[in-house]
């Protein structure tokens, strides 16, 4: 499980390598959080290109070179390119100590997986099922868009067509930390219900939890109940007294397993229309099956990506295998659209404990496609 951290953004130095689709859709989120995007890269899309003519981003036209992470709060690689996205990892992690930095889709080179985002400009809501499936994320992310008159992050930035400006919003940078044998700090007078919450989903994501030591500088985070004086730039902080004075803070969250849905609102209002979201969503999601589902098809990622060669296969492979609906041409809705849907297919096999079963499916059908290549 990873942990869902909102970051605050607001006029903090971020760095972008890369300038294709991918790392434009980064760009877009750190800017309607408030950052001050950099993007590197020899060649830009057209929206980046647009950013940077008129002054929103910078924009350094070349590769990456040693050096270009230093000083930044945040880095993100998104190159095609394995050892320049190695290379960034290591200089801005390992050299320069900066606790922020993915590398896209390589886990072991990130300190935080991107989320799938929707917002309608007030609430802010970010769905991961820790990197176990992505297709599930999307379709529910989907949902959203179609149910809550939300927009997605793929879709900002153009208007028929073409390049618009993007405006700081005011909203957090919503991320999933991988806190997976690293020490996290607890400093408290007494542990709250908020410090235990905060301390139960620490533990789930593997992270080493040490209360109120005398020296924390070597800590990837500081959760407190009082604000750090001169607070170290090796760490990043979560104060719960003063929480728009932290680096980050720890969401509303509906849970079930590792399908992790978590709520914000802008600049900390509306809290009556996220609290009324929140109790919406977490009777629609939590204990309804979406928890097994998601672990179900995680545990078969690994043979998934051994035997197809290509992302976009792979992709294909996991929207088909979750919409099929046995002797029927209908999509399965993942009990999205249809909270009473009883059709035969592998979510409501998983909803009623029917692994087994649901297993011997994903077998076959695997088989079959690699027959078909």
Same mark, same amino acid.
């Given at each position: 499980?990873? *942990?869902? @951290?909102?970051? $605050? =953004?607001?006029?903090?130095?971020?760095? #972008?390598?890369?300038?294709?689709?991918?790392?434009?859709?980064?760009?877009?989120?750190?800017?309607?959080?408030?950052?001050?995007?950099?993007?590197?890269?020899?060649? @830009?899309?057209?929206?980046?290109?647009?950013?940077?003519?008129?002054?929103?981003?910078?924009?350094?036209?070349?590769?990456?070179?040693?050096?270009?992470?230093?000083?930044?709060? =945040?880095?993100?690689?998104?190159?095609?390119?394995?050892?320049?996205?190695?290379?960034? *990892?290591?200089?801005?992690?390992?050299?320069?100590?900066?606790?922020?930095?993915?590398?896209?889709?390589?886990?072991?080179?990130?300190?935080? @997986?991107?989320?799938?985002?929707?917002?309608?400009?007030?609430?802010?809501?970010?769905?991961?099922?820790?990197?176990?499936?992505?297709?599930?994320?999307? /379709?529910?992310?989907?949902?959203?868009? &179609?149910?809550?008159?939300?927009?997605?992050?793929?879709? =900002?930035?153009?208007?028929?067509?073409?390049?618009?400006?993007?405006?700081?919003?005011? !909203?957090?940078?919503?991320? *999933? !930390?991988?806190?997976?044998?690293?020490?996290?700090?607890?400093?408290?007078?007494?542990?709250?219900?908020?410090?235990? /919450? /905060?301390?139960?989903? %620490?533990?789930?994501?593997? @992270?080493? #939890?040490?209360?109120?030591?005398?020296?924390?500088?070597?800590? +990837? +985070?500081?959760?407190?109940?009082?604000?750090?004086?001169?607070?170290? &730039?090796?760490?990043?902080?979560?104060? !719960?007294?003063?929480?728009?004075?932290?680096?980050? #803070?720890?969401?509303?969250?509906?849970?079930?397993?590792?399908?992790?849905?978590?709520?914000?609102?802008?600049?900390?209002?509306?809290?009556?229309?996220?609290?009324? %979201?929140?109790?919406?969503?977490?009777?629609?999601?939590?204990?309804?099956?979406?928890?097994?589902?998601? $672990? !179900? =098809?995680?545990? /078969?990622?690994?043979?998934?990506?051994?035997?197809?060669?290509?992302?976009?296969?792979?992709?294909? +492979?996991?929207?088909?295998?979750?919409?099929?609906?046995?002797?029927?041409?209908?999509?399965?809705?993942?009990?999205?659209?249809?909270?009473?849907?009883?059709?035969?297919?592998?979510?409501?096999?998983?909803?009623?404990?029917?692994?087994?079963?649901?297993?011997?499916?994903?077998?076959?059908?695997?088989?079959?496609?690699?027959?078909?290549?």
């Amino acid at each position: 499980m990873f *942990y869902p @951290a909102h970051i $605050n =953004l607001q006029n903090r130095k971020c760095l #972008v390598v890369g300038g294709g689709t991918v790392a434009e859709r980064k760009v877009v989120a750190m800017l309607i959080s408030g950052g001050e995007v950099t993007v590197v890269s020899p060649d @830009a899309t057209e929206l980046l290109v647009f950013l940077a003519d008129i002054g929103t981003i910078q924009w350094h036209k070349r590769q990456f070179k040693t050096g270009d992470t230093k000083g930044y709060f =945040l880095v993100c690689a998104a190159t095609d390119f394995t050892t320049i996205n190695t290379a960034v *990892y290591v200089e801005a992690h390992e050299k320069n100590n900066i606790r922020l930095v993915n590398v896209v889709d390589v886990i072991p080179q990130c300190t935080f @997986a991107a989320a799938s985002v929707v917002t309608d400009g007030e609430l802010m809501i970010s769905i991961s099922t820790s990197g176990k499936s992505p297709a599930t994320s999307r /379709r529910i992310r989907e949902h959203f868009e &179609d149910t809550l008159n939300t927009s997605s992050l793929y879709t =900002l930035g153009y208007e028929n067509g073409k390049p618009v400006p993007i405006e700081n919003q005011g !909203l957090p940078y919503p991320v *999933y !930390l991988l806190l997976e044998n690293r020490k996290c700090v607890v400093l408290c007078e007494q542990e709250t219900s908020e410090i235990k /919450r /905060r301390v139960s989903l %620490l533990q789930q994501c593997g @992270a080493t #939890v040490v209360y109120n030591p005398t020296n924390f500088e070597d800590a +990837f +985070f500081v959760i407190s109940d009082a604000s750090i004086r001169g607070a170290s &730039d090796t760490f990043l902080q979560e104060s !719960l007294d003063k929480p728009n004075s932290g680096d980050f #803070v720890t969401p509303n969250l509906i849970l079930d397993k590792n399908l992790i849905i978590s709520i914000s609102s802008k600049n900390g209002t509306d809290i009556s229309k996220a609290k009324h %979201l929140h109790e919406r969503l977490t009777h629609q999601f939590e204990n309804n099956g979406y928890g097994a589902f998601i $672990n !179900l =098809l995680g545990a /078969r990622r690994a043979e998934v990506l051994k035997a197809f060669p290509t992302s976009k296969m792979r992709a294909d +492979f996991f929207e088909t295998l979750i919409g099929h609906v046995a002797d029927s041409p209908q999509k399965c809705c993942l009990r999205l659209t249809n909270t009473e849907c009883s059709a035969e297919c592998l979510f409501n096999w998983v909803r009623h404990g029917k692994i087994e079963h649901a297993n011997n499916f994903i077998s076959q059908f695997l088989s079959a496609q690699q027959t078909n290549l």
